[in-house]
Each structure stands twice: as C-alpha cells, then as structure tokens.
C-alpha cells in the first residue's frame, strides 16, 4: 500500500533525542523547547513562537487570547478537521459556519460580506452582534485548508470594518506564503500542527505564533500553568498543561531544518500529479489563486465517480481518503449557524479524495498512483 502522507525521519532526529535522553531532559523544561520556539519564529518571520502539545490545544488558547468567551459565536469556515469547531466549543462559544468557495474550498468572502451586512451591526460599543440570536460575534477564524489560502487582504479588510479579530488556523498550511508572507502570520494569532500526517511533525504538538508580544507572554503563561514564576507554586489564574516536552521539540528542531526539501517535495508531487492527471475522466483540481504559494499539503482532487474511486484505490495498493467532512453534517454542530446559498460544502465534500503525497514518495510510486487512476477510468 502506498501510504496517503507519513512522517519523514530523514535528519538530525535521532541525535537530538539521543541528546535528551543522554542527559535526562526529556520532560517540559529543557533547551531544545526553547530552540525550537525560536527558530520557528524565525523561520516565519514572526515575533515570537510558543510550542504547545498539539493543533488543538494551540486554537483553544489563541481563542482565549482574542478574548472569545462562553456564548460568543465565532465565524469560521464549514470544512476544515473538526479540531477547527471544537477548540470554539471548548470555551463554550459557538461556531457560526460560512460555506467554502466551489473552485479554492476557502472560506466564501462573498457569502461572509453579505451576512455581515445584513445579519450582523457593530455596536454603540463597536461590538460586532448576530442581530436574530443578539449574541456577539468575538473572532474570525479562518481555516487555510489544504495548504491553500483565501483572499487574505480582502478577509483581513472586511474583518477590520467589522472589528473582528481574525486567528489564522494555519495547521495544514506551514510554509505556505499569500504575497511572500508565511500563512500563520497575517493574522492577530496563528496556530500550526504537528501531527503526524503534517507537513513537519514531531508526533505530536502545535505551535501558537503572533506578531504581538503581548500575546505570546500570555500563551506562554496560559500553557504552562499560568504560574508567576518558576520557583513557589502561586498561578494566578486557571492556566493549562499544554506545553510541549523537550523530546518531541528535539524533533521538532529537527523536522524544521528540513522543512525547505518537505515543500520542495510537496510542490513537486503536486505539480506532477496536475500535468498527470489533466484530462483523465473528470478529475479537477483545488484552485490556488495568484499570489498564493501553497505548500499543496495534502494533493486532493475531485471527480463525480469520488466513492468509486476511492474504493477501486484503496484496494489497489493506493491510499486514498474522502475529504473532511462539513461541519454542519456532523450531530454536535447540525443546529448550528450555517450561511450557504447552494451548499458548495457537501458537493466538495461528495467529490474530492486525497491520494498519496508523502514527502519521500518514490518516483515509482508517483507512477503507480497515475497508472491505477489511468486504469480505472478505462475499465
Ligand atoms: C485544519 C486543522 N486544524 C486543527 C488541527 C488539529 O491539530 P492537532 O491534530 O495537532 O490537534 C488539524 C489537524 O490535525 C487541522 O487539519
């Protein structure tokens, strides 16, 4: 089988594990923490960087941060990986759902302006407010989903009239750049994964960045028990246990100095497969407007013959998975507000599969992946 996107231990990882293990620190204080937040930052350019167990838990204190509190709703787009929603419902808040645009399965701007103009007004306060429910709207969270971006300067403008801050939940999009800056960092927050299907993982873990110091003091001290300091036991408020330990940032520290050749391979992949897959049956591809260099995270396509496809794959040697599924169909957010005009959502969500693209996917098996797909179309 031909896997779908595995983790690639290809550097430096054994030796800086080694290195923990060798002297002992290998839980939630040691040096490779600290390095890894800060060659992260550097890496995207972004004031500061703070390491965190995983994607999740990375969305539910950028939340915090924003100031999103219980009964608050907060936009977000209806596909993404559930995590998106539920790190909203972890406050207590609730996700309000915009369908996605039918060619970049991107939060829909359009859909987004106009329920903003006619469902919603700013406040004597200048507190944006749901007019039906009477309930405040504390945050956008956009989902940059496969890698791919939106409009970012339109989203970020309208988000302004609105005076909504705007969390970029960037997890399947590391390295990915929207006019030469890395996605993650055009935001007030932006929050990344590491999970092991990622583009860099370290098992497990998330990283929480923002051009704002204030907002990474506050992270800093929310994850790690919100503690005045490191030697009596006094927190000052309810913090969290979500700090990542200094084995699996060593191999962060690792994964980052070969995420450059991971998006080479990711965009190379990508590429081949388009030229490739151009013409056979009805197969289409996600659209990547200009100025948008997607690290093509996860290569996806659609086509009409989705489940059959997926099938005839998967027991030919290919894996193959259908893409997420929208928020609105799952039972927790059903009742939820979902603005959609024809529910571009579900016919995405009916057609695209995601095939193999690991980063150290053979050339044969880039091959084998066209000739089962070339092979199915001709039966
Ligand atoms: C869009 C998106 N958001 C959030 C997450 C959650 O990250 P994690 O699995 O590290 O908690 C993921 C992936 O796992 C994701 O794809």
Known sequence: MIPLSLPNIAGKEWEYVKQCLDSGWISSAGSFVDRFEVEFAKYLEVEGAISVVNGTSALHIALQLLGVEKNDLVIMPNVTFVASANAISYIGASPLLIDIDQHSWQMDLDLLESFLLTDCKLDSSNTLVHMKTSRKI??????????????????????????????????????????????????????????????????????????????????????????????????????????????????????????????????????????????????????VQDGVESNEWLFTITTSSMQDLLDYLNANGVMSRPFWIPMNQLPMYSDNIYVNKSDISARIHSTALSIPCSTNILQSDLEKVISTIKSFYER
């Open 138 to 287: 504390s945050a956008l969270m956009i989902v940059h989903v496969q890698g791919n971006i939106c409009d970012m300067d339109r989203l970020l403008a309208i988000c302004n009239e609105y005076k909504l801050p705007v969390l970029e939940d960037a997890a399947e999009a590391l390295g990915t750049k929207y006019k030469g800056q890395n996605a993650g960092t055009l935001g007030d927050i932006g929050c990344f994964s590491f999970n092991g299907n990622k583009i860099m993982s370290t098992g497990g873990g998330g990283m929480i960045v923002s051009q704002n110091s204030e907002h990474i003091k506050r992270a800093k001290h929310l994850t790690t028990t919100a503690k005045r300091d490191s030697l009596t036991y006094f927190h000052d408020e309810v913090g969290y246990n979500y700090r990542l330990v200094n084995v699996l940032a060593a191999l962060g520290v690792a994964q980052l100095e070969q995420l450059d050749s991971f998006l080479d391979s990711k965009i190379d992949t990508a590429r081949f497969y388009r030229d490739n897959l151009k013409g056979i049956g009805d197969i289409g591809f996600q659209l």
